[in-house]
């Protein structure tokens, strides 16, 4: 079993940054994908961002490409998520998700096997 949870979320103003980070638990792994997603209230689960690891292969969803950066850091099994730039459309509950199969990245929830528990990310306009 692996555990993630994730922190950084919060309020900002439109424009502002934030820096959300997942760490990883549990079981060893080494070759995988953790990536983003987001869920805002009445729509469903959307894919932001995704690593691969290794190689540090990344891909965004046009929506958030070139005002949010994905790293991680394999030693520490933690990978953060650097939004600038943000904007109202961007408030979400945000969740970190974990691929073992190591196949491609992902942009689909069912091809995540772990999930975090979400942390909140709200703009104000």
């Known amino acids: 079993q692996v555990h993630l949870e994730e922190s950084g979320g919060g309020l900002v103003q439109a424009g502002g940054s934030l820096r959300l980070s997942c760490a990883a638990s549990?079981?060893?792994?080494?070759?995988?994908?953790m990536g983003w997603f987001r869920q805002a209230p009445g729509k469903e689960r959307e894919f932001v961002a995704a690593i691969r690891w290794p190689g540090g292969t990344t891909y965004y969803a046009d929506s958030v490409k070139g005002r949010f950066a994905i790293s991680m850091d394999n030693a520490k099994k933690t990978v953060a998520l650097q939004m600038n730039s943000l904007k109202p459309e961007d408030t979400a509950v945000y969740y970190c998700?974990?691929?073992?199969?190591?196949?491609?990245?992902?942009?689909?929830?069912?091809?995540?096997?772990?999930w975090g528990q979400g942390t909140q990310v709200t703009v104000s306009s």
């Open positions: 998700a974990l691929d073992l199969n190591f196949i491609a990245i992902g942009t689909m929830t069912a091809e995540y096997d772990y």
């Open positions: 549990g079981r060893t792994f080494s070759s995988y994908v």
